[in-house]
Structures are given as structure tokens and as C-alpha cells.
């Protein structure tokens, strides 16, 4: 994440002889509130490293190493998750900003290395660390009726540490106990992602359809849009420098209103549609250029008559703290279109992290990825949307759309690009999804 590494980056400074910290922290000066307005006006990367010249060696470390090479295999940690003899259970939030992936990886990486154990996953609506410092209530305007880290740590945590550390008890712990967000229910799997479901596709159909029945239809049908490096799609539509954790559930009207934003939508539901697991869009495109994002939102649209939200009183940076005893103004949640995840993809490594290839003007292309792992109820009466579009700034980088060595990118460099998105019965554009048959048993925190 571009505006997370460098506002982190930006407050280390190497030392020959380390020093105690001073007692007052200076931050950098930015020079405006808005980091939207602060990452344009800096220019490429090549630019903000030299902002930060002499004071972070690890952003300029991170910043050339753009591919999968030794620098980063060096780093995974999941290859070494081997000769674990004691229980284990691995704790993520749905919400993490800075390492959403880490805890799946390491569940399942100890999962298959470590045979005989106790592995256990718990996955809440929490931001990064939020399972040990905050009641998990809310975040931003997404409300999850009750004190999630509350119940994480009396009803998960200490049971656990009662059976493995004192053996006093049976803490009757599932394989995964996960938090499902829509309804606001804990569930008990066997396995993660649950067995008793179902890989479904969402297909995107013309007219800015979607649906789980195929395009019928084989004769050329795209959309298009042009991606301009100069007016990048912005990730929040509110000043911030930082990332606010917020923004993984933040209104994504704003975007849906760009007319560099593909937006596919359902019907309204008329049941309930519970997706678990990994997210795999499977896209064919086209560019005008020689490199493009791909960048792919799943997003819960909220029916118009949806009650008033009172949690909007709390500053966009602070939504993921508790709530202040101030009673916080009302806002209408009627049409609220909820992030659920989003994630993007560098065209240049369709085919491989390690080695970038160009894409060619004009060529219809496959891209397969996969986005983090989710487990949201759309409820009756919500609609389900997918958006696409080739920029998320200043959450991710400006691709220059042209060919480049991106840390080095000049100026001039970046080019406007026409972007299509085809959705033929030959050329199925959509996001493989897992669909739950059967919810099983839900524990409800009231």
C-alpha cells in the first residue's frame, strides 16, 4: 500500500549509534491534510523516494524489489510453519489493514506441515490487533451488534489457554470459529473455508448485469472506460493522509459514479447469499497500453428503506476505536453500498509474479487472481455489486499504463489507456465465488 508504507517508512531514520527517541514526535510534514492531493503532487515513486532519501533504507529496499524475487522468498515465514507440537490458534480480523492475508496463510501452511495437533483459526470484524485492544462493535458505519473483541476473549481466548495451558478444562473449540459479517453471527466449521459449500461464478452480463447464469449470447460484447494516471480513482471520498481502517467497509457511491468505474449489479435478492472463502475474479480485458490495474471491488448494496445509522459522529481516522459517550448524529444507511473486499492486480504479472510481461494493444487476455477471503451474508433485499477499475489512489500505486520499471517511472511515462472489460459467452468476465448451501450453526451475540 502506497500511502500505509510510506507514512510508516517516513518515521524511521537510520542511525549509526541508535538514540533513544525524542520525547516530543515530529511527523512528516506533509504539507496538506488531503494524501490524495499529496501523492498526485509528488509525482512517481522515483519521486517520493527521494522525499525520503537518507531516511528509510527499507522503503527504498521494498520500493525496487516490485517482483517475487529472493528478496521475498526470503521472507515467507510459511514454508518454516514445520515441527509445531503444542495447540495452536491463529487470530486475524476481516478488517486488517496491514496483514489480511498473514493469518490465513499461517492457519493453513501449520495445517498442512503439522498433522496431529490442534489448529484453530478465529477470524473477527476487527482491524489490526483490534481482537486484543478494542470492543469490536463497529467500524465506520458497518455496526456488528455487540462487544465482538469482548466475546473473542472470554469465550474463545480464555477457554483456550484453560484447556492447553492447564489442561482444566474442554474449550470445545471448532476448527475455525469465524465472525460472518451481513448478519453478525458467529460460526463453527469444521474446516476453513467450510466444506458444505459451493464454487459459483458471477458473471458479468451487458448493461451492467450480473448474475449466476452465463452470458447466452457469444457475439463481441465489452465495456469500456479510460484509466487516466492524472485523475486517479481515489480509495475514500474524504480527506485523509493516512489509511483509515475504515475504508474497508467505507460507501462506495462515490466510485460507482466515475466514469473510469465498471459497475455490474445483481437483481434484488430474494434470499439470502452467503459467500466464504477466497475471492477469484476471472477477467477478460483489453488495454490500449502496454501494462494496466485490474482492480476489483465486491460491494454490499443496502436497500433503500435500510434504518438510520447512528455511528457517523466519530472522525473517519478514529471509526475503529470505541464509541465515545457523545450520541453521534444519525445517517441514512438507505442505498449504502458496503465494501466487502477489494483488491488489485498488476496486469504485468498475469502470468507471473517473478517475471513482468508487457501486454499488447488491443489483445484480449485472461487475468486470474485471487482477493483475500471473506464471509458476508448479502441479505434479502441487498443487491450485489462488482466494480472494476485500474486505479485505487493513493491505497495502491499509479500504474503509468505503459510498460516501465515503475520505481523508475518518469513523468512521462504515464499515459491515459482505454480499458475494456468482455463479457461474451466465449469470453466470461466475472468473480468465482464460494456460495454456502447450508449456513450450519450460528451463535448469535446479543
Known amino acids: 500500500m502506497l500511502a500505509a508504507n510510506f507514512g510508516f517508512y517516513s518515521s524511521f531514520k537510520p542511525q549509526e549509534n541508535p538514540q533513544l527517541p525524542p520525547k516530543t514526535f515530529v511527523p512528516f510534514d506533509?504539507?496538506?491534510?488531503?494524501?490524495?492531493?499529496?501523492?498526485?503532487?509528488?509525482?512517481?515513486?522515483?519521486?517520493?523516494?527521494?522525499?525520503?532519501?537518507?531516511?528509510s533504507e527499507l522503503w527504498d529496499d521494498q520500493m525496487h524489489h516490485d517482483t517475487y524475487d529472493a528478496y521475498w522468498k526470503a521472507r515467507n515465514l510459511a514454508p518454516h510453519m514445520k515441527n509445531i507440537h503444542c495447540a495452536v490458534l491463529t487470530v486475524g480480523?476481516?478488517?486488517?489493514?496491514?496483514?489480511?492475508?498473514?493469518?490465513?496463510?499461517?492457519?493453513?501452511?501449520i495445517d498442512k506441515n503439522n498433522p496431529g495437533i490442534f489448529n484453530g483459526l478465529v477470524i473477527g470484524p476487527w482491524v489490526h490487533g483490534g481482537w486484543a485492544r478494542y470492543d469490536g462493535e463497529h467500524l465506520g458505519r458497518a455496526d456488528?451488534?455487540?462487544?465482538?473483541?469482548?466475546?473473542?476473549?472470554?469465550?474463545?481466548?480464555?477457554?483456550?489457554?484453560?484447556?492447553?495451558?492447564?489442561?482444566?478444562?474442554?474449550?470445545?473449540l471448532p476448527k475455525a470459529y469465524?465472525?460472518?459479517?451481513?448478519?453478525?453471527?458467529?460460526?463453527?466449521?469444521?474446516?476453513w473455508p467450510p466444506k458444505n459449500s459451493e464454487m459459483k461464478t458471477l458473471y458479468f452480463l451487458p448493461q451492467g448485469g450480473l448474475s449466476f447464469d452465463p452470458p447466452a449470447d457469444d457475439s463481441a460484447s465489452f465495456d469500456e472506460y479510460v484509466s487516466d494516471p492524472a485523475k486517479p480513482v481515489p480509495f475514500v471520498n474524504y480527506q485523509s493522509l493516512s489509511v483509515p481502517q475504515e475504508y474497508m467497509v467505507s460507501d462506495q457511491r462515490f466510485a460507482a459514479n466515475r466514469t473510469d468505474v465498471l459497475v455490474y449489479e445483481t437483481p434484488v435478492l430474494q434470499d439470502d447469499v452467503t459467500i466464504v472463502g477466497p475471492v477469484s475474479p476471472r477477467l477478460f480485458v483489453s488495454t490500449s497500453?502496454?501494462?494496466?490495474?485490474?482492480?476489483?471491488?465486491?460491494?454490499?448494496?443496502?436497500?433503500?428503506?435500510y434504518p438510520d445509522s447512528k455511528l457517523d459522529a466519530v472522525k473517519p481516522e478514529d471509526r475503529n476505536k470505541p464509541r465515545t459517550d457523545v450520541p453521534p448524529p444519525s445517517f441514512t444507511m438507505g442505498?449504502?453500498?458496503?465494501l466487502v473486499r477489494g483488491e488489485p492486480f498488476r496486469g504485468k504479472f498475469r502470468h507471473s509474479f517473478e517475471k513482468p510481461e508487457a501486454m499488447t494493444p488491443g489483445k484480449v487476455e485472461e487475468?486470474?487472481?485471487?482477493?483475500?477471503?471473506?464471509?458476508?451474508?448479502?441479505?434479502?433485499?441487498?443487491?450485489?455489486?462488482?466494480?472494476?477499475?485500474?486505479?485505487?489512489?493513493?491505497?495502491?500505486?499509479?500504474?503509468?499504463?505503459?510498460?516501465?520499471?515503475?520505481?523508475?517511472?518518469?513523468?512521462?511515462?504515464?499515459?491515459?489507456?482505454?480499458?475494456?472489460?468482455?463479457?461474451?459467452?466465449?469470453?466470461?468476465?466475472?468473480i468465482m465465488v464460494q456460495v454456502l448451501e447450508n449456513p450450519g450453526t450460528a451463535e448469535e451475540r446479543k
Open 178 to 191: 469465524v465472525f460472518e459479517t451481513g448478519t453478525n453471527v458467529w460460526r463453527r466449521y469444521s474446516a
Open 289 to 305: 497500453g502496454t501494462d494496466s490495474d485490474w482492480d476489483v471491488k465486491l460491494v454490499d448494496v443496502y436497500p433503500a428503506d
Open 30 to 55: 506533509y504539507g496538506t491534510k488531503d494524501g490524495y492531493e499529496f501523492f498526485l503532487n509528488a509525482g512517481p515513486i522515483a519521486s517520493l523516494s527521494k522525499l525520503l532519501a537518507g531516511k
Open 335 to 338: 442505498g449504502y453500498q458496503q
Open 367 to 430: 487475468i486470474n487472481f485471487t482477493i483475500q477471503d471473506v464471509n458476508h451474508t448479502f441479505r434479502r433485499g441487498h443487491r450485489i455489486i462488482v466494480q472494476v477499475q485500474s486505479s485505487w489512489f493513493p491505497l495502491t500505486d499509479r500504474n503509468p499504463q505503459m510498460f516501465v520499471n515503475i520505481p523508475d517511472a518518469k513523468p512521462s511515462d504515464f499515459i491515459k489507456a482505454t480499458e475494456r472489460v468482455y463479457h461474451s459467452k466465449s469470453q466470461a468476465s466475472g
Open 144 to 172: 456488528f451488534a455487540a462487544s465482538t473483541g469482548d466475546f473473542y476473549r472470554k469465550d474463545i481466548l480464555f477457554p483456550f489457554f484453560e484447556q492447553y495451558l492447564k489442561g482444566i478444562t474442554d474449550a470445545k
Open 93 to 109: 480480523g476481516w478488517f486488517d489493514a496491514e496483514d489480511l492475508q498473514g493469518p490465513f496463510s499461517t492457519f493453513h501452511s
